[in-house]
């Protein structure tokens, strides 16, 4: 069995790579993707962290669990690929984000470092960001932003660190290591020499105009071509900042099997929506690279999900011996769930160049290769992959009643949130901002 090592970003979509766009610079991803094996259309099954990562780590749908928000949790009687391979004998260790909330803090990890940038309990706050204070969601993303130094970097410093010490150790069991940047997630803010690579290279940002479907005018936010400025350049800045560390974790991979990954992607103000959760690709597009020495390099067009890259760990841990995970060409199935007071269900399948989305009772089909054309067979197809509302809503209800009695409980124990990483106070400064130009 050989070692394997999984970095997974959060927020970096597979939209915004130097494959996508020439302006980001990405030597280290590049490089490695010249010996990987490399899947252009990969998708997340639920453009949110915790759904995302709990249905990654378990190897079932967001609809199976139940799971379509930060606050619910997973089960601590889910197996999950670490349960699954510390009991076959690998060494499992987590340095840094997953975004595990209450008790249960490994799921499976037989060791865990850093912590985490997020809060452990519910109905409980950072109060120690300084200027970043409600940055770090959806709602709160274009407070501020900006270049210097910054929580997130901070974190993700302190598990890239972390985690090269874990890969210079000798262990006699084969290695599980899972390692968990926050980065690229909001807040906009990089080190001033990452941002300045883009600023003035950001010329066209006219897709902050671009029609958005109805059911998310409610996320729209407004911003001005200079914030839309601001913005970009701090994430493809935090994009190139993440790449440098990927490369300085890949140095210690020799003979390892290599996997990077996000949890989802960032709309980045295109049709005036920031952050996830929609059916657009930049918010369900990830970037996906495996690297295993004992295959020779190639690139995968068809789509693949998150899903099939659990699965394909367990056959690199001999627990599943299905390898043609990747190669087989099944639709995806994507569920997200919008609004707080009366919440949505958004649906989408794809599959061979279609994206299907359900919403309101509306069907909406989406080419995603200019070269196929309709074909009523492969829609009929698709239309089978959507799931019941109503089963949906069922478990959706469950998770909900448990978040409503874990606040309760929060609010009358107030337990210690020993996974909070702390936050130096240097890095929690109001970052700057060029002069001369308008906010």
Known sequence: MKDIVLVLSDQHSGCITSSYNSIIQTPCLDAINEEAQVFTNAYCNNPLCVPSRMSFLSGKEPHELGIYNNDQI??????????????????????????????????????????????????????????????????????????????????????????????????????????GFYGPHFPYCVEKKYFDHYFDKIVDTNNYFDTSDECYQDMQMDASESTLKYVRSSYYGL?????????????????????????????????????????????????????????????????????????????????????????????IRITSMIGNENPQLIQAVIFQGYKLIKYNNCLKLVYLDSEVKEDFDRIKIMRKYFVDEKDVFEKYTIKQNEVIKNRKWTNDNNPQDWIRYHIHSECTKKPKRREGYEI
């Open 239 to 331: 994009i190139e900042k993440l790449d440098n560390m990927i490369g300085e974790i890949y140095k210690h991979c020799k003979n390892k099997i290599f996997i990077y990954t996000s949890d989802h992607g960032d709309q980045l103000g295109k049709r005036k929506l920031f952050g996830k959760k929609t059916m657009y690709d930049e918010s369900i597009m990830i970037p996906l690279t495996i690297v295993d020495k004992s295959k020779l390099a190639h690139v995968f067009t068809h789509e693949v999900s998150l899903l099939n890259l659990h699965q394909t760990i367990l056959a690199y841990a001999d627990i599943e011996h299905d390898t043609t995970v990747f190669e087989e060409q099944k639709p």
């Open 74 to 179: 997973l089960d601590s009687e889910e197996e999950t690929l670490a349960s699954k391979l510390k009991g076959a004998g690998y060494r499992t260790v987590l340095v840094g984000r997953m975004h595990f909330k209450g008790h249960d803090q490994y799921h499976g990890f037989e060791e865990r470092y850093v912590g985490d940038i997020t809060t452990q309990w519910w109905n409980q706050k950072r109060n120690d960001l300084g200027a970043f204070q409600g940055t770090m969601q959806m709602n709160g993303c274009l407070k501020e932003f900006g270049y210097g130094p910054s929580p997130v970097q901070s974190f993700d410093e302190a598990v890239l660190k972390k985690s090269l010490e874990i890969l210079e150790e000798k262990e006699d069991r084969p290695l599980f290591l899972v390692i």
